[in-house]
């Protein structure tokens, strides 16, 4: 079984940072692009950032200039920092990931359970 666990979410002001990790653990036999999604009540879940294996990233425009997506593959973690934050990036946060395990075949989405970020005053 693979599992993701994020951590990090919180209630933050305007203009404040914040840094997600989602740690992936379980029975993985390779990790392919990792990814954050989020989705703010009453809309679709939306792709934030994601990170191949080999460290290309790509961004939402809403978010580009202010978040960053690394990894550490080692560790099987990735990571989103976010600065600047507005309050419309409130959202429940969830971490994807491409990943072949070691006792299913084929390459299969996985997901975290989600954290919440709040970006109030």
């Known amino acids: 079984q693979v599992q993701l666990v994020e951590s990090g979410g919180g209630l933050v002001q305007p203009g404040g940072s914040l840094r997600l990790s989602c740690a992936a653990s379980?029975?993985?036999?390779?990790?392919?692009?990792m990814a954050w999604y989020r989705q703010a009540p009453g809309k679709q879940r939306e792709l934030v950032a994601a990170i191949t294996k080999g460290g290309s990233t790509n961004y939402a425009d809403s978010v580009k200039g202010r978040f960053a997506i690394s990894r550490d593959n080692a560790k099987n973690t990735v990571y989103l920092q976010m600065n600047s934050l507005k309050p419309e990036d409130t959202a429940a946060y969830y971490c994807?990931?491409?990943?072949?395990?070691?006792?299913?075949?084929?390459?299969?989405?996985?997901w975290g359970q989600g954290t919440q970020v709040t970006v109030s005053s």
């Open positions: 994807n990931a491409a990943i072949e395990s070691l006792v299913l075949v084929g390459t299969r989405d996985y």
């Open positions: 379980g029975s993985i036999f390779r990790i392919y692009t």
